[in-house]
Nanobody, 119 residues
Framework: QVQLVESGGDLVQPGGSLRLSCAASGSIFSFYAMGWYRQAPEKQRELVAAITVGGSTNYADSVKGRFTISRDNDKNTVYLQMNSLKPEDTAVYYC?????????????WGQGTQVTVSS
């Protein structure tokens, strides 16, 4: 298993920037694909950005060009750099680790960190 702890959420003005971090422990970090999801009030959780074991990335259309996901396998940490933030980015952001063993997918989640974009 892997344990995930997010940090970096805050209140920021529109147009501002934040960097979220997710520290992993308990397993071999480099074996996991990592992702950031978010959930706004009364909305479903949605994928924001993901990075594979090999470093390939993909993003939700709503954040392309503004957000960047990266990972540091030496530090067992995945980051989400968020620029040009908009009020609609307000949500709880969750870190996800995903792996597959013997054909079964396993997902692990952090506790979430609140991002609020408001003037």
């Amino acid at each position: 298993q892997v344990q995930l702890v997010e940090s970096g959420g805050d209140l920021v003005q529109p147009g501002g920037s934040l960097r979220l971090s997710c520290a992993a422990s308990g397993s071999i970090f480099s074996f996991y694909a990592m992702g950031w999801y978010r959930q706004a009030p009364e909305k479903q959780r949605e994928l924001v950005a993901a990075i594979t074991v090999g470093g390939s990335t993909n993003y939700a259309d709503s954040v392309k060009g503004r957000f960047t996901i990266s990972r540091d396998n030496d530090k067992n940490t995945v980051y989400l750099q968020m620029n040009s933030l908009k009020p609609e980015d307000t949500a709880v952001y969750y870190c996800n680790a995903q792996t597959t063993r013997l054909g079964i997918r396993y997902d692990y989640w952090g506790q979430g960190t609140q991002v609020t974009v408001s003037s």
